[in-house]
């Protein structure tokens, strides 16, 4: 169910330049890059949780006794059917790939494979989505069963 503010924060994360793709879902609270909006990309049927931030740029390192370093930026890549769980945080420069997810309160340094699960601070990987899903059925008859939900819509735009 998309709520007012999920349509009019994903209506305003648009204009100012973000890439954000079909039946993607922000919840309450979420950040995205305030300086280079245009650094980061939310691809098809993403579900981002409460009071998630995401940033392109890192100026923590900006200011030293010795002078100004170069501010760290990159390129933030949400890639389709990823989840990000709450109050997790997405660092400059890292791609999540397709079906990951990011455990609540994860702090994402590095690239996330893709069918994957990550937690920690920093983020490492969990297990992958295979490893996790086959304690439970045969791979193939499980497989089967997934694929009838690759392309179902959770929510609508």
């Not at 010795?66 to 933030?76: F, R, W």
Request: glycine share 8%; charged share 20%.
């Amino acid at each position: 169910m998309n709520a007012p503010h999920e349509k009019l924060s994903k209506l305003f994360y648009r204009l100012r330049g973000t890439i954000i793709g079909r039946n993607v879902y922000i919840d309450k609270g979420v950040y995205i890059e305030g300086w280079r909006p245009y650094l980061v990309t939310i691809k098809d049927n993403v579900e981002i949780g409460p009071k998630v931030i995401i940033v392109a740029i890192d100026s923590s390192y900006n200011t030293t006794s010795e002078g100004h370093i170069p501010i760290l930026y990159g390129k933030v890549v949400i890639e389709r059917n990823a989840y990000i769980g709450a109050g997790a945080i997405i660092l400059p420069g890292v791609t999540i790939g397709e079906y990951s997810i990011v455990a609540a309160g994860a702090v994402v340094t590095e690239d996330v494979p893709p069918h994957t699960v990550v937690a920690g601070v920093p983020a490492k990987v969990i297990k992958t989505m295979k490893e996790g899903l086959s304690q439970f059925e045969d791979s193939e008859e499980l497989e089967k069963k997934m694929s009838r939900y690759s392309n179902t819509v959770w929510w609508n735009d």
